[in-house]
């Protein structure tokens, strides 16, 4: 936005050489004032600029984008229709009446949703029927609703391929944070995710508990039965995993046939009963009709006083080899559990 705001400021102002080209005075000074408004409000706009995630300052922001060369369209298409013009200056002016066509095709720059499509497009719509009525006597009214109709089509087809620049965003933004094989959250996000919640329960001192879940003899299904039963078989733990988990606590899949579950504010006795229901629901069942099972390893922030997440995982993660060792389908927890 700040470079498309900061490209204008110097694009707007780079016109008046035309202007005074084929212009005659006092025509040229006022288009020349007129722009030199509109670039300093362009610049304004580029330098007040900051990244922000709140949506409210997005739509701001998008509105004066929108809201700059609409006022500087009502204010120099009449003001050009008063001057009598033939030749290159006829050309020229003729230019001006188009500002609405491309801000409307602009649309298609941003991604947006076919509500805020129409949101943006609106206004400028309003500006061109606002300028034809200014200017009736000038063009027939046919003249007129032609221009409006191309202006609307243009409107619609910008705002779809805004709407697809959207989807395709959201699908890139899904793909990056989440596992596509099983739909949990990638490792990335887990990491991120669990840095987030250790520093709030740090801050609230509320308990954090996280589990590791590797699950048992893997390998086995990939090589008796393919690498296709594999998948399936992971997708139906991560299923089993997800379904059983409560709403606020995280799934995310660490590695192969590795996941790991952050439970914000869970002691290490809530987390042992999510695990013992977890187990008792089941991971779904291996290629050959027998149960599949995992080797759970549990740690909690204030128990197990870690002082960070990593030093969490990694209590976790030693507890699930302790879990491996001590022969699998089973849970080893934090001090006061085992
Ligand atoms: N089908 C499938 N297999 C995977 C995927 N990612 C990792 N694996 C396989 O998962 C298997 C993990 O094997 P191991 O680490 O030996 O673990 P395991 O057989 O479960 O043995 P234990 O952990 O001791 O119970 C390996 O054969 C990997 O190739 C995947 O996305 N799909």
């Known amino acids: 936005m700040r470079m498309v705001a900061g490209l204008f400021a110097l694009l707007t102002p780079l016109w008046m050489i035309v ?39 997005a739509y701001r922001a998008l509105a004066f984008m929108f809201a700059i060369p609409t006022l500087f369209f009502i204010y120099s298409h009449p003001l050009l229709s008063h001057f009598h013009m ?3 200056a006829a050309a020229i002016s003729a230019g001006y009446a188009f ?20 949101l943006f497009a609106l206004p400028v719509l309003a500006a061109e029927a606002l300028v034809a009525l200014m200017q009736l006597n000038l063009l027939s009214w046919s003249s007129h609703l ?9 409107a619609a087809v910008a705002s779809l391929a805004g709407m697809s620049q959207l989807s395709f965003m959201i699908s890139l933004v899904k793909q990056a944070s989440h596992d596509t094989l099983t739909g949990c959250f990638s490792r990335a996000s887990g990491e991120e995710m669990l840095d987030i919640q250790f520093h709030i329960s740090s801050r609230s001192g509320a308990p954090l508990a996280v589990v590791f879940v590797d699950l048992d003899d893997f390998k086995r299904i990939n090589d008796r039965f393919g690498h296709d039963s594999g998948d399936r078989v992971l997708q139906a733990a991560a299923d089993a995993l997800r379904s059983n988990l409560r709403a606020g606590d995280i799934l995310a899949r660490w590695g192969g046939e590795e996941f790991v579950i952050i439970l914000p504010g869970a002691s290490g006795a809530t987390a042992a009963t999510t695990v013992a229901r977890l187990r008792e629901r089941g991971l779904g069942t291996r290629p050959d009709g027998t149960r599949m099972t995992a080797s759970f390893g549990l740690a909690e922030r204030c128990a197990d006083r870690a002082d960070n997440w990593r030093k969490l995982l990694e209590i976790a993660d030693q507890r699930m080899y302790q879990a491996k060792v001590a022969g699998k389908d089973c849970c080893v927890g934090c001090a006061e559990q085992t």
Request: without cysteine; positive net charge.
């Open 19 to 57: 202007d005074v080209l084929v212009f005659t005075w006092p025509l040229t000074i006022m288009l020349v004032v007129g722009r030199l408004i509109t670039s300093i409000a362009f610049g304004m706009l580029a330098r007040a600029y900051r990244k922000s995630t709140k949506m409210a300052d």
């Open 86 to 88: 033939d030749g290159p």
């Open 99 to 118: 500002l609405p066509f491309v801000m409307v095709a602009g649309l298609a720059v941003f991604p947006l949703t076919a509500a805020e499509g129409v």
């Open 146 to 154: 032609g221009a409006f109709w191309l202006l609307l089509l243009i």
